[in-house]
């Protein structure tokens, strides 16, 4: 049985629970590991699993150990102005510095209609569509983007130079759950990558270039080519032009400059990771948040009556041959709660292990898993 199929569902209590204690162990304070624990589960609630505890170790726990990544916080407001915020994140928690500066952007938008706050030398902030929700919740509309280490080949390059720049969008509705648009500006993103990964499975043709141009599917040494250079993501539409690769090139460099002009932050190779004589480093990462307040130009109610039913209309639409649904952005997410909440989070053998590790490795031996029998 491969560990694509070897699959246990570990309770979201335990996960969080288990995630935040692992943070405070290597020095997150507590109140700070709670935030990134709550950013990685929600990603998991939500059937993302590219982003959720699959990257606990990897991106977050392995970095703190490496030093590239400081367990402490210490968030620098640089300049602050009635609708405006630039902060430093000084290499401190992404989930953390991001969850205050969209809180931030939404306060602002509540005072004065429109908040943006942008943030510079921060960390891998997780499951984007956490702080677009953090908006609708409050109804408000939400909209972030972040740079990332270089992946994504301009169209008709084959060199990787930008990240997957996800540019993210969350807008309430009066439905049970908000119009979420959670995207990479690339055809498929290295998370994603990753969940091939850790279930030994080759990825599908059309996402990975090599120098040549040439499609790749050897997923581990993808993941290790993407990091020398010598691989690169196809951005969203596919090489070239004919199919639209240089939208999603388009917008990824948008993504880019947002998330790096605003704020003096790093771009570009700037976020590799590596200085010039290949020792790890801080990644530096830039974000941007946005936050509009609904009732600075019409009524809530209406607003969301309005975008609900442009939603099931979508969804109502005439359906191709052979297909009996039509989505709109944040439904399957809703359905991946629906079908997960009372069972929890899928965890492969591959994943049991790296959760085993850290218990080890932090002593947390209060803690024993489903998959552990």
């Given at each position: 049985?491969?560990?694509?199929?070897?699959?246990t569902?570990?309770?979201?209590?335990?996960?969080?629970?288990?995630?935040?204690?692992?943070?405070?162990?290597?020095?997150?304070?507590?109140?700070?590991?709670?935030?990134?624990?709550?950013?990685?589960?929600?990603?998991?609630?939500?059937?993302?699993?590219?982003?959720?505890?699959?990257?606990?170790?990897?991106?977050?726990?392995?970095?703190?150990?490496?030093?590239?990544?400081?367990?402490?916080?210490?968030?620098?407001?640089?300049?602050?102005?009635?609708?405006?915020?630039?902060?430093?994140?000084?290499?401190?928690?992404?989930?953390?510095?991001?969850?205050?500066?969209?809180?931030?952007?939404?306060?602002?938008?509540?005072?004065?209609?429109?908040?943006?706050?942008?943030?510079?030398?921060?960390?891998?902030?997780?499951?984007?569509?956490?702080?677009?929700?953090?908006?609708?919740?409050?109804?408000?509309?939400?909209?972030?983007g972040?740079?990332?280490?270089?992946?994504?080949?301009?169209?008709?390059?084959?060199?990787?130079?930008?990240?997957?720049?996800p540019?993210?969008?969350?807008i309430?509705?009066?439905?049970?759950?908000?119009?979420?648009?959670?995207?990479a500006?690339?055809?498929?993103?290295?998370?994603?990558?990753?969940?091939?990964?850790?279930?030994?499975?080759?990825?599908?043709?059309?996402?990975?270039?090599?120098?040549?141009?040439?499609?790749?599917?050897?997923?581990?040494?993808?993941?290790?080519?993407?990091?020398?250079?010598?691989?690169?993501?196809?951005?969203?539409?596919?090489?070239?032009?004919?199919?639209?690769?240089h939208?999603?090139?388009?917008?990824?460099?948008?993504?880019?400059?947002?998330?790096?002009?605003?704020?003096?932050?790093?771009?570009?190779?700037?976020?590799?990771?590596?200085?010039?004589?290949?020792?790890?480093?801080?990644?530096?990462?830039?974000h941007?948040?946005?936050?509009?307040?609904?009732?600075?130009?019409?009524?809530?109610?209406?607003?969301?009556?309005?975008?609900?039913?442009?939603?099931?209309?979508?969804r109502a639409?005439?359906?191709?041959?052979?297909?009996?649904?039509?989505?709109?952005?944040?439904?399957?997410?809703?359905?991946?709660?629906?079908?997960?909440?009372?069972?929890?989070?899928?965890?492969?053998?591959?994943?049991?292990?790296?959760l085993?590790?850290?218990?080890?490795?932090?002593?947390?031996?209060?803690?024993?898993?489903?998959?552990?029998?």
């Amino acid at each position: 049985m491969s560990s694509s199929e070897a699959v246990t569902f570990v309770p979201f209590q335990l996960l969080i629970e288990f995630m935040t204690d692992a943070f405070v162990a290597i020095g997150v304070p507590r109140s700070d590991a709670a935030i990134c624990a709550d950013v990685l589960i929600e990603s998991d609630m939500h059937g993302i699993d590219s982003h959720g505890i699959g990257r606990f170790k990897s991106i977050y726990y392995d970095r703190i150990k490496a030093g590239i990544q400081q367990p402490v916080t210490e968030l620098e407001l640089v300049k602050d102005g009635p609708t405006t915020a630039v902060f430093d994140g000084n290499h401190g928690m992404g989930m953390v510095i991001s969850n205050k500066a969209m809180q931030t952007a939404m306060d602002k938008a509540r005072e004065f209609g429109l908040g943006m706050t942008v943030v510079r030398n921060s960390t891998h902030y997780g499951y984007c569509g956490y702080y677009a929700r953090m908006a609708t919740r409050n109804g408000l509309i939400g909209i972030t983007g972040t740079n990332a280490r270089p992946s994504i080949a301009p169209t008709f390059g084959v060199e990787n130079m930008l990240g997957t720049n996800p540019l993210v969008f969350g807008i309430p509705t009066d439905e049970d759950f908000p119009f979420v648009i959670d995207c990479a500006t690339s055809v498929s993103q290295r998370g994603k990558i990753e969940v091939y990964d850790r279930a030994d499975k080759d990825l599908p043709e059309g996402w990975v270039i090599d120098q040549g141009g040439t499609y790749r599917t050897d997923t581990k040494q993808i993941l290790v080519d993407l990091v020398k250079g010598t691989a690169a993501l196809v951005p969203l539409g596919g090489m070239g032009e004919t199919t639209g690769g240089h939208k999603g090139y388009g917008y990824a460099a948008v993504v880019e400059i947002l998330s790096a002009a605003l704020q003096d932050g790093a771009y570009l190779k700037g976020l590799l990771g590596f200085d010039e004589e290949g020792n790890r480093q801080p990644y530096a990462l830039g974000h941007f948040f946005i936050a509009i307040n609904v009732e600075a130009f019409i009524e809530l109610a209406r607003f969301k009556a309005i975008s609900g039913t442009i939603c099931r209309a979508l969804r109502a639409s005439n359906k191709a041959p052979g297909q009996d649904r039509i989505w709109t952005a944040g439904e399957k997410e809703n359905d991946a709660w629906q079908a997960r909440k009372d069972k929890g989070a899928p965890v492969n053998q591959n994943l049991q292990k790296q959760l085993i590790t850290v218990r080890e490795e932090t002593g947390l031996t209060q803690y024993r898993f489903p998959f552990e029998g």
